[in-house]
């Protein structure tokens, strides 16, 4: 057995004994091997001479440095130093009769060892635990004193206002921006209320909300509030309240932050105020007439005002006058109406509108128009010169016209320019057969626009015929308005508020590809090749430069032969004839599409004229058959007229069609005119494009059976 | 002055709480810990007299895992909840076996952070911060744990004996699958957790001390609890496991009786990205 295999097995019989103290730092593996050198350790102190204690002490330091520190662990040590170690090492250590005494004064100096170790460790790690726990505390001394200068600086340094307050409402703390908001000093304030802060209009509500946030139903609230300073002064100050809860949710203290808002509610009250009054007269503008005729008490009365000929004032004398004159006439109203509790508005330019609320009867309304008229009694003076001024002014009342703003509006506009028309310096009071005319007018000619886009016209079909044989030749397409209040709009009404409006161009468009649209699917549905299509134009459209282009555009779109589209214009149209007008009329001859004078006879009828156009066919118009519809007698005259304009219009190789037959009789007699087609009753009237197909249907029907 | 102090101004140091690092450490035999420390430790053991064997595994456990996660390669460890690194600390060990290995230390007990600072005051590669482990997201984000830790390398996760003290409110399970989610794929998340599972009564009776005494809650969690927290990793062999039985080093090296241990451990491996 060697020495090194006694060492081996006495470390590993000490590492086994040391099993369970508390040692986190070894595996049993690497305790073993650690054991082994303190077992050399041991026996070289036994064996030194004289015996070396220092080696012992070591071996117990050495436990301590590797966290074998519990009692226990010197106990079980000390046991395994004994008989055992004797036994086991014999070999090494000798065993003289001094071993006994040698290895009591190891147990002493392991025993020391350790002890000295322990308490030394136990000393520095104490040390760096206080030297710690001390670090820790004045870092966070340091992070709480550097935290609260800053909450210092910014509660100091703030632009807004902030105020602590606590859970009674007593105001803790502000800073100097609350405080000059408040227009007091801070010390001033602390200890008070919030109530120093809410001004008492709102004071109750702030409460109510404050009592909120102490019972936690809600973490902030804000409003503004008007604050009467000691100096007077009054400011805006728009306020927020947080609760600032501690870690069981409820609330330690407040905190309020205030802006002042009093420039910001100024400007805006400003802003507010230029928006809706008028920057040369200082009256209110439009808008703010328009709100307060929104809102007014009704009934109503309205006073429209234009000024006579003002256009000349600004052309003989400059905008300056015009400007002075306005200004002149804005004061003078002012001064005159104003105090009757009305609103003085200028619309634009030089219309000026009084607004009288709560106008018990029309009566009243003329005498604020006599009242405005007479502002104008005297001259006003420009740079020396005495301008004579006057004005028109349309009078309307919600009695007669209805309590809608729009309405009362264009009603008063109406009036107004009946007014002018009766001459200048006059009132009208508001004609109801007239204006509800001019009205409809007016709101057919804004609805326009909108009806076109909103699908709201449609087209009916008028059979023309061939009189020969009675069969239908062609449709005359004719608009028609389903005014979604209005109701059908009859064409008479509104055709001429197209063409004064304009309308008429994208009118007649809509029209032209509509009858283009509807001729192509009867062209595919029925296969009649020569069946046409009539379209009615406008004078106005023909003049349009880019006419032609739209029609042969159109044409090629939908993909109908030119043929099967003819167009009808009224004599008017085609007469003092424009070069351009002629142009394109050739043009579109040229390129096959077929084109009718409407209407003929109600004019010029001049045939010579007519001779030099590309036209087709003529249709006659209606009043030329009228004196024969209710009985058979023929009007020799008339009749006369009638068989010589067919005569000629076939010497001219055009066709004619009669427009407006009703009866056989009449029938007849244009078929021994040789009067070549005809429209009307007797044929059948407008239909909607279902029926036309049915009539289109029956007809190829017969043809097909025949 | 303001009457008081505004919340967001840090906390400060109390000295009058039992802190769970300085408890950990008297039970470990430690004397980096006060008065008021080895008392709640003492309280506990009167309890359950074998609790400093339940610190002694956890310690162990906390060695073996870190040696093998430095034999997987891992070469930068993130501990938190890490109280006092004294001895069998994570940087001894995985420095040993790789001397370039970093280690970072996170706690949120200040006196912990500069204890840990004094010790590891020399070592390059280890550092301690004060941080949050309920703030998942803000603790990885934080600057000083980007400059010691690159999140493009598998890193080991530390979360020994921490989870433990985060009760459900502070949705620990979140917590790690937020870690986890931000980890790069390679890395392991080593746990160990106080658990109920062997000795329920024991564990009620150390929780109600915990909460009722000391002031420091303690969540005894039934074993399905501390499985779920490796929901999303291969959970390494050989599982969750009592403490003493997760790869222990021989026989010898089992301080505890098996069916007693209070401790349950695992390591898991991120092995796919996790959302």
Known sequence: MTAAH???????????????????????AELDVFLRGLTEQLTEAMRAEPFRPELGRAVGKALIDAHYRDASVLNRTLAM??????????????????????????????AEGF???????????????????????????????????????????????????????????????????????????????????????????????????????IDRFRLETTHLRPDGRVTSIDLSMTAVRNRSGTPDFFIGVAVDVTERRRLQNRLWHESRHDSLTGLPNRTLFFERLEAAEQPIGLCYLDLDGFKNINDSL?????????????????????????????????????????????????????????????????????????????????????????????????????????????????????????????????????????????????????????????????????????????????????????????????????????????????GIDDLYVSVNVAA?????????????????????????????LTESAVAGDTQGALLALRELAAAGVRLAIDDFGTGYSNLAHLGRLPVHQLKIDRSLLASSRRGEVVDPAHDKIVAATISLAHSLGLDVLAEGVETTPQADRLRLLQCDGAQGMLFGGPVPVGEAAEILARQTNRANSA | MVATRPSWAPEG?????????????????????????????????RLVPDLPKVALSNRAFLRRSVRFLADMGIRQFLDIGSGIPTVGNAHEVAQRAAPESRVLYVDIDPVAVAHSEAILAGNERASAIEGDLRSPSELLADPRVRSAIDLGKPVGLLLVAVLHLLPDADRPHEVVATLRDELPVGSYIVISHLSSASRPEAAAQLGDQARNQSGVPIIFRPRDEISTFFNGLTVIDPGVVELPLWR????????????????????????????
Request: contains cysteine; aromatic residues 6%.
């Open chain 1, 6 to 28: 006694s060492v081996e097995r006495f470390a590993g019989r000490w590492a086994a004994s040391l099993k369970g103290a508390v040692a986190p730092a070894m595996t049993r």
């Open chain 1, 81 to 110: 130093l004994g008989d055992e170690f004797v036994t086991e090492l014999g070999d090494v250590i000798g065993d003289g009769a001094d071993v006994m005494n040698r290895v009591a004064k190891l147990h002493g100096a392991v």
């Open chain 1, 115 to 217: 002890a000295i170790a322990l308490r030394n460790t136990v000393l520095a790690e104490q040390e760096t635990t206080q030297r710690a726990a001390l670090a820790a505390a004045r870092a966070a001394e340091e992070r709480r004193r550097a935290s609260e200068a800053r909450f210092q600086a910014v509660f100091a340094g703030a632009a807004v206002g902030i105020g602590v307050v606590d859970l009674t409402g007593t105001v803790l703390e502000v800073n100097d921006a609350m405080a000059g908001m408040l227009g007091r000093m801070p010390d001033e304030i602390k200890g008070r209320t919030i109530a120093e802060v809410i001004g008492p209009e709102n004071i109750g509500q702030a409460y109510a909300e404050f009592g909120k946030l102490v019972g936690g139903e």
């Open chain 1, 318 to 526: 400059g905008h300056d006058a015009g400007d002075y004159v306005l200004r002149v006439v804005a004061n003078r109203l002012r001064k005159s109406i104003e105090p009757d509790g009305c609103t003085v508005a200028r619309m634009a330019g030089d219309e000026f509108v009084v607004l009288i609320e709560r106008c018990g009867s029309p009566d009243r309304v003329a005498r604020e128009a006599e009242k405005m008229l007479a502002v104008f009694g005297r001259p006003i003076e420009f740079d020396g010169e005495r301008l004579s001024v006057t004005g028109s002014i349309g009078v309307v009342h919600s009695a007669l016209v209805g309590a809608d703003p729009g309405r009362l509006m264009r009603a008063a506009d109406v009036t107004l320019y009946q007014a002018k028309a009766n001459g200048s310096g006059r009132w009208a009071r508001y004609d109801p057969a007239r204006g509800e005319r001019e009205l409809t007018r007016h709101s057919l000619a804004t609805a326009m626009p909108a009806a076109l886009a909103h699908d709201e016209f449609l087209l009916h079909y008028q059979p023309l015929v061939a009189l020969a044989d009675s069969s239908v030749r062609g449709f005359e397409a004719l608009v028609r308005w389903d005014h979604p209040r209005l109701g059908r709009v009859s064409p008479g009404q509104f055709i001429p508020v197209a063409e004064e409006t304009g309308n008429i161009n994208a009118l007649g468009q809509w029209v032209l590809e509509q009858g283009c649209l509807q001729a192509r699917r009867w062209f595919d549905e029925f």
């Open chain 1, 540 to 568: 106005t459209q023909l003049r349009q430069p880019t006419f032609v282009a739209d029609v042969l555009g159109t044409l090629d779109q939908v993909g109908l032969p030119a043929t099967c589209l003819q167009l009808e």
């Open chain 2, 13 to 45: 140091v109390d000295m009058e709480v039992p802190s769970p690092a300085r408890m950990y450490d008297a039970l470990l035999g430690g004397s980096h810990n006060f008065e008021v420390d080895r008392r709640a430790a003492a309280g506990a053991s």
């Open chain 2, 248 to 275: 222990p080093e021989s026989e010898a090296d089992i301080d505890e009786e098996p069916g007693r241990s209070l401790g349950l451990a695992g390591v898991g491996r991120k092995d796919s990205p996790t959302s």
